[in-house]
């Protein structure tokens, strides 16, 4: 069950967002009065779809995946690192999530009132611009994502995810894989029968050696080019 206390210390947090840059002392200590400090543990649930928005949702610590909930299948729109706001769209969107999102890895979540939050983007306009580039750098990502897995094989999405969370995620050839084989299907928009096959293909063909949730990128020119074949 996650774990809540009162923030502490907002104005020498070293987790700190980016956009707090626009903020003074004042307007920290002004959040720190309504910001809760939430851990939680992997596969704990963060908020809800279709529940209302109370907070804004920081991500100080973990990974967590956002997605939409389907009774076919989940769509993960987002893989986020610690560092990134959660679910800004919605905010600022109406009254209620138009996503979930669940902690990948034990995770540590900043909760800012709605209406703190709202407050500050409308006195501050350093920190409006900020946080709305936020939302504009996550919302491009997902649209060249989604556009580039549309236009590409099973095989392409699966090499690109996998490139990804080497790249970006875990800067590591090797790593230990915090998705599920479910997770990753829905991430690159296909079955989880699909998925399995095609990282079968990639072990088979020694580009990819995995094993549980150890994988290991064998040969990456291989897999790059994988990508851009199509």
């Known amino acids: 069950m996650a774990k809540f206390q009162r923030a502490i210390d907002c104005v020498n947090c070293p987790y700190q967002s980016k956009t707090f840059d626009f903020l003074d002392t004042k307007e920290k200590r002004n959040i720190q009065e309504n910001c809760l400090i939430v851990n939680f543990k992997k596969g704990e649930n963060i908020c809800k779809q279709d529940l209302n928005v109370t907070h804004s949702l920081y991500l100080s610590k973990g990974l967590v995946k956002v997605f939409i909930e389907s009774e076919k299948m989940n769509t993960i729109l987002n893989i986020a690192t610690a560092g990134q706001y959660v679910g800004l769209q919605s905010i600022f969107d109406g009254k209620s999530y138009n996503f979930s999102i669940t902690a990948l890895e034990p995770s540590r979540v900043c909760m800012i009132e709605v209406a703190n939050f709202k407050e500050l983007s409308e006195t501050n306009p350093k920190f409006l611009y900020a946080?709305?580039?936020?939302?504009?750098?996550?919302?491009?990502?997902?649209?060249?994502?989604?556009?580039?897995?549309?236009?590409?094989?099973?095989?392409?999405?699966?090499?690109?995810?996998l490139l990804f969370f080497s790249d970006k995620i875990y800067k590591s050839d090797e790593f230990i894989f915090s998705l599920s084989r479910q997770d990753l299907a829905d991430y690159i928009g296909v079955s989880?029968?699909?998925?399995?096959?095609?990282?079968?293909?990639?072990?088979?063909?020694?580009?990819?050696?995995?094993?549980?949730k150890n994988i290991k990128i064998a040969n990456k020119e291989a897999l790059r080019f994988i990508e851009n074949a199509g």
């Open 131 to 161: 946080v709305t580039k936020s939302i504009s750098e996550c919302t491009n990502q997902v649209f060249k994502r989604l556009t580039f897995f549309y236009q590409k094989s099973v095989k392409s999405r699966l090499a690109s995810s």
């Open 192 to 212: 989880r029968e699909n998925t399995v096959r095609v990282l079968s293909e990639l072990k088979k063909e020694k580009i990819v050696e995995a094993s549980g």
